[in-house]
């Protein structure tokens, strides 16, 4: 099995300039676009992916198309969102066998299953793989909470690595208590474009999982962070930050813009999100041209 650890970003889902198809030439482009970005592995079929807009046949190609491009370069992980644990369990057992690395599983929310049903999904998935699993928590997005010893007993349960993408806000004590009652066997990971990311670093955590668009800046932080002055990562996240803030302020606003300065950077023909999506207004769309500015000036990265 291969460690999963570091900079992961969750890749954006590139489209036609009419969203009728999923463009996998884009896809192809943007999977060696991160990996040059210096990346510690790729993920896909998150939020950042709009999941939610893409048919089962596009996921399915989607995942083939990522683990032939990214040729073990780095690990793929992939996300798994049906809320049906019968469809859940198809859809790792395809991971699996297409190549990933790892897969990455979010609970069941809709019509508010209970504690018991969401544990026995995961173990329902689990009992089908025997590849690395990381429990996506966004109770923001979802809008369910789910309790720690639900991700406890999980732990205890499986012989396979274990990880949990941390996106409660905040998620730092969260963190702490499954690290801490683990003796570090469950691993963690910050989301949420990794708004908490020093914070969660300094906990244990193992990395991050932000989105592509702007993920060499994020690598060269947590590098700082690992390899050198925590200080000075800390420094470089702050100058990050106001950026981040500005573009993740719903998950739809982060999926265009993250399109956006793809698309600027050539690295896809089009920012088509499928709809419905957001659109910024005039005054919101040029914020990225103030950002780009401020992007080059700290870190000599253009947006």
């Known amino acids: 099995m291969r460690e999963i650890r570091g900079v992961i970003p969750i890749l954006a889902a590139p489209f036609t300039s009419d ?39 596009e996921r399915r190609r989607m995942i083939e198309v ?7 370069r780095v690990p793929v992980i992939v996300n798994i969102t049906q809320h049906a644990s019968e469809l859940a369990v198809k859809d790792a057992r395809h991971a699996e066998e297409a190549g990933a690395d790892a897969i990455m599983l979010i609970p069941p929310y809709f019509m508010s299953p209970s504690n018991a049903a969401v544990s026995a999904h995961i173990q329902a998935v689990a009992r089908q793989t025997e590849l690395p699993m990381i429990i996506q928590y966004a109770p923001d997005v979802t809008g369910a909470g789910i309790p720690a010893e639900t991700f406890l007993e999980f732990s205890r349960s499986r012989k396979g690595q274990v990880y949990i993408k941390a996106e409660s806000v905040p998620p730092g004590a969260l963190i702490s208590t499954l690290l801490e009652q683990t003796e570090g066997r469950l691993g963690a990971f910050i989301g949420n474009s990794a708004r908490q990311m020093i914070d969660a670093l300094q906990r244990g955590a193992y990395g991050l999982m932000p989105g592509c668009s702007m993920v060499r800046v994020y690598v060269e932080i947590y590098n ?16 990050l930050l106001p950026v981040i803030n500005m573009f993740s302020q719903t998950a739809e606003t982060l999926i265009r813009y993250e399109k956006m300065i793809l698309h600027r950077r050539g690295v896809l023909k089009t920012d088509y999100c499928r709809t419905p999506a957001y659109t910024p207004d005039q005054a919101y769309a040029e914020w990225l041209d103030v950002y780009s500015k401020h992007m080059v000036r700290h870190f000599n990265y253009s947006l």
């Open 19 to 57: 969203g009728a198809d999923i463009d996998y030439d884009d896809l192809r482009r943007l999977v060696d676009f991160v990996i040059g970005e210096g990346v510690h592995g790729v993920a896909l079929l998150g939020v950042a992916s709009e999941f939610y807009k893409i048919s089962d046949e």
């Open 66 to 72: 990522t683990i032939e491009q990214a040729a073990g």
């Open 224 to 239: 700082e962070f690992v390899h050198g002055s925590r200080e000075k990562a800390a420094d470089m996240f702050d100058r």
